[in-house]
């Protein structure tokens, strides 16, 4: 049995030797200049996501008074919501706070005047188009805080592709010139490797009177965001 057994572990050796060294034959070293180089792709979209934060803060004698206002005015901003659409899912509660308030003179202790409470969703509207309509009803409904908007796209993978492939053709096109410069050539790439990703975005909310009429609308225009890819290449010159 141990014959068999050494022989076993002898042809298995055999066997394996090769492939290892088939393997390290497979990282084949740099017989030229490597170039290191940064490459970034950019394109442009119009964002389809603007996210608003909408809010109700109410004073009162007592803190009770302050919190029951308070949530009543907010059931109203919520329906509102959901009166125009929005659903269960694009409503996120992202602060409740309940403070004292303190009348301060020289010389005499702080004397409490009251509370202050606070609730805010950050809302997320899908169709921006509607988003300045639907911020006036909620003004109307209660809503006295709303901060934003954040301009975002709702599935960037495209774009992302699309700067992906603009980013490598950067890079080999900047290998290029570095390998022209020195009187070589690109002979390989050796590795690429994804840094950064983002957007920038250019927010704008303004409020534009209605052609005609007195009341104004509250109005967000998108513009565009630059989806951005900054990739890491090495390339091999001879």
């Known amino acids: 049995m141990k014959a068999v057994l050494a022989a076993l572990f002898t042809a298995t050796a055999a066997i394996a030797s090769p492939v290892q060294a088939q393997a390290v034959q497979l990282v084949q070293p740099i017989a030229g200049t490597r170039l290191d180089v940064t490459a970034t792709g950019e394109v442009s979209r119009v964002p389809d996501i603007a996210i608003i934060s909408a809010g109700v803060m109410t004073r009162a004698a007592t803190a009770s008074a302050a919190l029951q206002q308070n949530a009543t005015r907010m059931e109203r ?17 992202s602060n409740i706070s309940l403070n004292p308030e303190y009348n301060y003179q020289n010389n005499q202790a702080p004397k409490l005047t009251g509370y202050t409470a606070s609730n805010q969703v950050n809302v997320r509207f899908r169709d921006i188009a509607n988003t300045g309509r639907i911020l006036d009803a909620l003004v109307a409904e209660g809503a006295n805080q709303i901060n934003g908007p954040s301009l975002t796209i709702d ?5 992302l592709d699309e700067a992906r492939v603009k980013a490598v053709a950067a890079g080999r096109a900047r290998a ?21 990703r983002y957007s920038v975005p250019r927010p704008i909310a303004v409020m534009r009177a209605e052609a005609g009429g007195a009341v104004a609308d509250s109005k967000i225009d998108p513009g565009e965001q630059q989806v951005q890819i900054t990739l890491e290449m090495s390339f091999e010159l001879q």
């Not at 901003?77 to 509660?93: E, F, P, S, W």
């Open 155 to 159: 599935k960037p993978e495209a774009a």
């Open 77 to 93: 901003v919520r329906a509102a919501l959901k009166r125009a659409g929005i659903a269960d899912r694009d409503i996120q509660t």
């Open 176 to 196: 290029d010139v570095y390998a022209r410069s020195l009187g070589m050539r690109v002979v390989r790439l050796l590795s690429v490797s994804e840094g950064a």
